[in-house]
C-alpha cells in the first residue's frame, strides 16, 4: 500500500497487553506508525525523578531497541503541538493509565481509538482483567471503542471475544487478550479512516465498573467462600497476590503468598473459617465461608521462592495447636 494512503497513528500504552498490539502496528502495511508513547512515573520510594524504564512497554521497547517516549501527562500543549507536526491522523490507546482530556480527543481527524480489555460496558475503569477473573466469567474480550470524555463510555467499533481458560491469571489473560487484539487492529484503523466505519453507542443495560485495584485488596478473607477466594488467587497473580498468615512454632506466624488453590471437597462443616483442617502431599486444606474448604497447592514465603504447599509444610510443619490461619492486622 503506498505510504500516503497509510493511516498515520500515534500508539500510547503501557501494560502487558500493549506489547503485542504494538508490535502489529508496527508490521501493518496500512499504518505508519509516527510514534509510541507511555507514561513516566515517578518514584514511589521517593517522590524523585521518573524512572527510566517504568512501565513493561517501556521496557519491552528498550530490549527491542524500539524508540518509545515517555509523557508526565499528554494534556499539554506541548504534547497536541507534536501530534500536529507528526501529522497524526489517528491516536490509538491500550491500557495507557492516563485519561485524554477533550481538546486532545478533538485532535486527530479520525478520532481516538481505546482497546479495552472487556466486553463493553461491563467492567469499564481500571481493572476488567482483574474483575473478570474475580467474578468467575466463562468469558471476556476486547472492546475498539471511540474515546470520550466519559471513563469507558464511548461508542463502539467492534468486539472480539476470547474464551477465559481454567489455568488463566491476570497474566496469561491479559497476554492472550493483547494476541487477540492485535488480530484486529490494523483492520479496525483502516475501517474507521478509509471505509468509513461509524461506532455504535453502548447498550444502557449491563454497566459495571472495575476498580483499580491495591496492595489491601490480596489480604485473605477466610469467611469468603472457597470458590471466592480460588478467583483471588487467579485474578490476583502476580501482584498483588492473596495473602495469609500461617502459623509456625512458638505462637509465630509467617506471611505467605498463596499462587495456586482449588476448591477442595474436604469436609470442614462445623470448622471456623480459617481453620486448617488437613494437611497432606497434595497441600493444606482450609474451611472457609459457608462450609467450603480450600485446598491450597502452592506458595511463596516472605523472602523466599515460590514452593509447593507441600516442600513448605517440610520446612514450617504447623503446630497443632495453632492450626488456623493468623488475621493481618491494620499496617500488615
Known amino acids: 500500500m503506498p505510504d500516503f494512503e497509510r493511516v498515520r497513528t500515534y500508539y500510547l500504552a503501557s501494560g502487558h497487553i500493549s506489547i503485542p498490539i504494538m508490535d502489529a502496528l508496527e508490521k501493518a502495511s496500512g499504518i505508519t506508525l509516527a510514534g509510541i508513547g507511555t ?3 515517578a518514584s514511589k520510594n521517593t517522590g524523585g525523578p521518573a524512572r527510566s524504564a517504568s512501565t513493561p512497554l ?15 501527562s499528554v494534556n499539554t500543549d506541548d504534547f497536541r503541538g507534536m501530534m500536529q507536526d507528526l501529522g497524526v491522523e489517528m491516536l490509538v490507546v491500550a491500557s495507557f493509565g492516563q485519561i485524554l482530556k477533550p481538546a486532545l480527543l478533538a485532535l486527530p481527524c479520525f478520532g481516538c481509538l481505546n482497546v479495552h480489555a472487556s466486553l463493553l460496558p461491563r467492567y469499564r475503569g481500571a481493572s ?11 468469558k471476556t ?4 471503542m471511540q474515546m470520550e470524555a466519559g471513563l469507558d463510555t464511548g461508542p463502539i467499533y467492534r468486539t472480539c471475544e476470547l474464551d477465559i481458560l481454567p489455568e488463566d491469571d491476570s497474566y496469561s489473560l491479559e497476554q492472550r487478550l493483547g494476541e487477540l487484539a492485535a488480530c484486529s487492529i490494523e483492520s479496525v484503523i483502516i475501517d474507521i479512516a478509509r471505509k468509513g466505519l461509524m461506532p455504535a453507542p453502548q447498550p444502557a443495560e449491563g454497566a459495571s465498573y472495575a476498580k483499580k485495584i491495591s496492595k489491601e ?9 472457597a470458590l471466592e477466594l480460588a478467583n483471588m488467587v487467579r485474578a490476583y497473580r502476580p501482584w498483588p497476590s492473596l495473602r495469609t498468615r500461617m502459623p509456625a512454632r512458638g505462637d509465630k506466624s509467617k506471611i505467605v503468598k498463596i499462587t495456586d488453590a482449588v476448591v477442595s471437597e474436604a469436609c470442614s462443616a462445623g470448622a471456623k473459617p480459617g481453620s486448617i483442617v488437613g494437611c497432606s502431599r497434595e497441600g493444606i486444606v482450609v474451611a472457609c465461608g459457608g462450609n467450603t474448604s480450600l485446598l491450597i497447592r502452592r ?11 507441600a516442600d513448605f509444610l517440610l520446612g514450617s510443619p504447623i503446630p497443632p495447636e495453632h492450626a488456623y490461619m493468623y488475621e493481618f492486622s491494620v499496617g500488615d
Open 217 to 225: 485488596d490480596g489480604l485473605a478473607d477466610w469467611r469468603k467462600s
Open 128 to 138: 476488567p482483567i482483574v474483575a473478570s477473573l474475580l467474578n468467575g466469567d466463562a
Open 39 to 41: 507514561q513516566q512515573k
Open 299 to 309: 506458595v511463596t514465603p516472605e523472602g523466599r521462592k515460590d514452593m509447593s504447599a
Open 141 to 144: 474480550g476486547v472492546t475498539f
Open 58 to 72: 517501556a521496557r519491552h521497547c528498550e530490549a527491542e531497541g524500539v524508540e518509545i517516549a515517555r509523557f508526565a
